[in-house]
């Protein structure tokens, strides 16, 4: 098998399963690629476009072909050389419906059941209504509504025997201890005695295995005539007598039906963010560890797969225990593995979001993130400062909105006190718990803890801490500290002594200092859930809402970028490539994921626009003036927002196709579509005239009204026109800011990752956008289609410069692994006149090294070239300094030997006469 030098993000469903990316293998070894990595493939809710709701993690999913085509794939892989990384869930699976049989017996039996422990339940809430009962917010009505209008029968699963009560795609098992209760209402003899025994089933030493055979029996007793109508009738709550019949059923059971409103503030268990049908896993039990990966272990030693990628990792009690007993697992099968699938080391990634100064804990024994960090990287080296006060104070004046830090903030305060009201309580109560444990602090009340918690948690800058049994590391302290101090700034002097106390408990003091019994089990339980509160209030506060509010340039906008910052240096941009290398030199590095707010070239695209701010804040002058007439004055005011109609312009010059006319009416149609789905998605994730949970439909239907109009309506043209003309003055200069994010990613260290079908341009917006059908005839096609460089230089704007700039650096990195995966990062020097237009380094190794060149900020260089190739006398005197001679014999460029004479200066206008960067190779 080939070494891990470059992988291809697949996402797999039941439109493009396992045994279609097998005829694509062939394609993917000849653009380079390494090993592909895939999205979930264990068993997920029928219909799943995206695998991260599990429903049985013990099989391959049918729905992508099962385990057969799982063989074929990883065969044809082998027969190229490559591997199989997979990504796995192990913080949540999905729950609700009635596919998960895992959730299905904990719902059925309750603490009985064997699953019981699996899901991340409290059992002892402080809401007598809920004493030992699972709250299920699943109801589309308040309870007594739906009881009273029949919206949750009772019925019978006459293939399985089981009985339920039915919501729409959701089925709610009745414990078989209950089933007398509902078959004593049947005049049928048999299955009056078959209640006899099912009521004896309380008696049992294991009711689960004797409740079995009755429920067998009970369903071949309806199959051969006998008559269950009766006694489901006698539960019909629509007549009175039903009505109390069937709510006493319910009461019994272990569980409490509740209208879905209810989930923010009274929910029980931890779920995904506020997603109600994925249920929190409580990994970190070994039982549950081994049950929930057994599949992938078995996997794993057989030789079908190479690697690891673990989906929010922060969600987990404990990260770094979880990391590392991976890892001690995982190595143990190796040497299981068949010889021709023997590897030395078995690569694990976690998806991570890291903030400002945050690098991932190396303790944990992971190869690296999945490659957030290297995506806000690239995007503020590609934003020019100068623009970032104009395009503040534009922002500012047109919606009136608060910076970006004060953005999160309010967002965080609002999540917290809605979506995630009830997660912040549970915390909140245990703090209380921990407070009660000691004489000294036992008179503080939840007012009051409860005040300073969310102080804290609203200036958290990391998604979270991993404070353990020895307290926070200190690689966390100042984040908890910058934490503690904004806290301290928000709340009255009164509260603060509040906040020496949450510094202790929540990390200051180790719990395993305190006494083995029930206060220390407090204070870790404190701990665990105050961890599991501040990454998904960062995630829903930021990425779900904070994004969509602010918009001082959209390409800063996007998952694992700190939005606040808006450029940064090369120095940094370096300083963070030879940490990585020292640390993580096999991190993945990312443009775009399946998770991101806007395409790689989207991004590209509008950071162009950081080097023209004030010509665009003329621009939105001059585009709200033509766009008055299109705007509707509802009773909560102008549609669209200011806000939201500036982040309609800019999400329009971002994602314009490329071979999009202006008078297109087909095209705009379709563009208009894609816009409309991104539109809706902004407007109810910004929470602010809109939301999911309360759908604001005439906010909604003027802004696409709005939209249509700027987009299809004739009397809309000079506006459309506008914007079509803006767009083609940043397109080309935006295209080498793509190749250029495309080069980098491939050459600075660690493994570069490409997203499925970004071979070529990536205009798409937010999912569903990001996740459509990929046109791989097509890209097989221009593969196999070696042009030179200039025709791929005239015809830019159909993708394959991007597509062949990747296969031949792809090309190069596998004819020198070491140089690109262990080679030592050297910064080059720029002089000369546009020294600062330039990004340079070398890599070094063994009798070997490579020179990559890259223009940075150069949109005026290139001018008004209707290629995106900066004329070589544009570039002046600016030349590289090396601290070594190459030598013209032994060194090849990118596309062609570039002419270099043995002196220990490169000129721009030689080495970038010909594409607009390159990669110089010189070997022995």
Request: hydrophobic share 40%; glycine share 6%.
């Amino acid at each position: 098998m080939k070494p891990l030098t470059a992988t291809q993000r697949l996402q797999f469903h039941s439109d493009f399963t396992l045994d279609d990316a097998v005829p694509l293998v062939p394609y993917f070894a000849q653009l380079g690629i390494s090993h592909l990595y895939a999205s979930p493939i264990l068993k997920a809710r029928a219909g799943s476009r995206h695998g991260y709701d599990v429903v049985d993690p013990t099989q391959v999913n049918p729905e992508l072909g099962g385990e057969a085509a799982l063989q074929r794939l990883v065969a044809s892989l082998r027969q190229h050389g490559m591997g199989l990384i997979l990504d796995t869930v192990s913080n949540h699976m999905a729950v609700g419906g009635a596919d998960n049989p895992w959730w299905q017996s904990l719902l059925a039996w309750g603490r009985r059941s064997p699953y019981a422990e699996f899901f991340d339940i409290q059992w002892h809430s402080s809401d007598p209504l809920l004493a030992g009962q699972l709250l299920l917010p699943f109801l589309g009505n308040d309870y007594g509504i739906a009881l009273q209008n029949g919206e949750i029968p009772l019925t019978f699963d006459a293939e399985h025997g089981l009985l339920q009560i039915e919501h729409y795609e959701h089925r709610f098992p009745i414990c078989p201890l209950d089933y007398g209760r509902i078959l004593d209402h049947s005049d049928d003899p048999s299955l009056q005695a078959l209640a006899t025994r099912f009521s004896a089933l309380s008696d049992c030493t294991d009711p689960l295995s004797e409740a079995l055979p009755l429920q067998a029996e009970l369903a071949r007793l309806v199959r051969t005539g006998a008559h269950l109508e009766q006694a489901l009738a006698a539960f019909d709550s629509r007549s009175e007598p039903g009505f109390k019949r069937l709510h006493l059923l319910l009461e019994r059971q272990t569980y409490r039906l509740a209208s879905w409103r209810t989930a923010a503030d009274d929910i029980n268990w931890r779920r995904f963010f506020d997603i109600n049908e994925l249920g929190g896993l409580r990994v970190e039990r070994a039982t549950v560890f081994e049950a929930t990966h057994a599949k992938l272990f078995e996997l794993i030693a057989r030789g079908l797969v190479d690697g690891l990628r673990i989906d929010h990792i922060d969600g987990l009690a404990d990260p770094r225990r979880y990391c590392r007993n991976l890892r001690r697992r995982v190595d143990h099968l190796l040497a299981l593995r068949p010889p021709e699938a023997a590897l030395e080391h078995f690569p694990i990634y976690v998806e991570k979001i890291l903030g400002t100064d945050e690098h991932l804990h190396q303790d944990w024994l992971t190869d690296g993130t999945t490659g957030y960090e290297f995506m806000n990287q690239v995007s503020l080296l590609q934003h020019d400062p100068a623009g970032e006060a104009p395009l503040t104070e534009l922002w500012h004046n047109v919606s009136e909105r608060p910076a970006f830090d004060e953005e999160v903030r309010i967002a965080r305060r609002l999540v917290l006190n809605a979506s995630l009201a009830g997660d912040c309580e549970s915390v909140a109560q245990a703090l209380l718990q921990v407070a009660r444990d000691d004489l000294m602090t036992r008179d503080l009340t939840l007012g009051a803890i409860r005040r300073a918690l969310q102080a804290l948690v609203e200036h958290y800058s990391v998604y979270r801490t991993y404070i353990n049994a020895c307290g926070r590391p200190e690689q966390d302290e100042a984040f908890f500290q910058r934490a503690l101090e904004g806290a301290r700034q928000s709340l009255s002097e009164a509260d603060w002594p509040l906040l020496d106390h949450l510094e202790r408990w929540l990390g200051g003091q180790p719990w395993r200092q305190l006494p083995v019994g029930r206060a220390r089990k407090h204070l870790r339980h404190a701990c665990v859930r105050f961890q599991q509160l501040t990454a998904p209030s960062a995630a829903k506060a930021v990425e779900d809402t904070a994004f969509y509010r602010s918009a001082r340039l959209l390409s800063r906008n996007d998952v694992g970028f700190e939005a606040e910052r808006f450029s940064a240096t090369p120095a940094q941009f370096h300083n963070e490539a030879q940490r990585r290398l020292r640390d993580f030199p096999d991190n993945l590095l990312a443009t775009a994921t399946h998770d991101h707010k806007r395409g790689e070239d989207c991004r590209a695209r509008l950071a162009v626009l950081s080097e023209h701010s004030q010509w665009l804040a003329s621009r939105v002058e001059h585009w709200r003036e033509l766009a008055e007439p299109l705007r509707e004055t509802l009773e909560d005011g102008l549609a669209p927002s200011p806000g939201d109609e500036l982040l309609l312009f800019q999400t329009l010059l971002a994602s314009w196709p490329l071979a999009l006319g202006r008078d297109d009416p087909q095209g705009l149609e379709h563009f208009a579509e894609r816009v409309r789905q991104w539109q809706q998605k902004a407007l109810r994730e910004a929470k602010l005239r809109s939301s999911w949970a309360a759908p604001n439909e005439r906010y909604e239907q003027a802004c696409a009204r709005y939209l249509d109009g700027l987009l299809l309506d004739s009397e809309n043209q000079q506006l459309r026109h506008s914007l079509a003309d803006a767009v083609a003055r940043i397109a080309c200069p935006g295209a080498l800011n793509g190749l250029v994010q495309c080069l980098l990613r491939m050459t600075t260290p660690g493994v570069p990752d490409l997203y499925q079908g970004n071979e070529y341009w990536d205009l798409s917006l937010v999912d569903p956008d990001n996740r459509r059908p990929v046109d791989y005839p097509a890209r097989r096609a221009s593969l196999d289609n070696s042009l030179p460089q200039a025709e791929l230089l005239e015809h830019w704007r159909d993708g394959r410069i991007k597509q062949a700039l990747i296969a031949r650096v792809l090309d190069l990195r596998r004819a020198h692994p070491e140089l690109f995966l262990r080679g030592a990062y050297l910064p080059l020097n720029a002089q000369g006149r546009h020294a600062d237009k330039v990004l340079a380094f070398a890599r070094l190794g063994e009798g070997e090294r490579a020179i990559v060149i890259a223009p940075r900020l150069a949109s005026t260089l290139l001018g008004a070239a209707p290629i995106p190739l900066i004329p070589a006398q544009n570039w002046d005197d600016t030349r590289l300094v090396l601290p070594f001679a190459l030598s013209p014999a032994t060194c090849k460029g990118l596309f062609a030997h570039t002419a270099v004479s043995p002196s220990r200066e490169l000129m721009l206008s030689d080495v970038l006469s010909d594409f607009p960067l390159n990669l110089l190779i010189e070997h022995a």
